[in-house]
């Protein structure tokens, strides 16, 4: 069986280059998702600004007519 070095030298050389410039091209889609990625958006608001939801506040199943009141509530605001 014969062995050729220069073939040998070449194909590894494209295999670390391969994996060199796989390394580089994971670290910047790793900076561009950390660049890109959204504020939280739960955060509680900074100026004169108010949050409006609260998170606190639970419908509870138990109380007699819920269902049919947030049956209502769900067609009256179409969500």
Known sequence: MI???????????YMLLFMALTVILYQVMF??????QPVNKYRTP???SVK??????????????????????FYWYGE
């Open 46 to 48: 900074t100026g004169k």
């Open 31 to 36: 900076v561009l998702s950390g660049w890109i």
């Open 3 to 13: 062995f050729s070095y220069r073939k040998l030298l070449v194909r590894l050389r």
């Open 52 to 73: 409006v939801f609260d998170q606190q506040e639970h419908v509870s199943l138990s109380d007699k007519g819920s269902m049919s009141q947030r049956l209502r509530l």
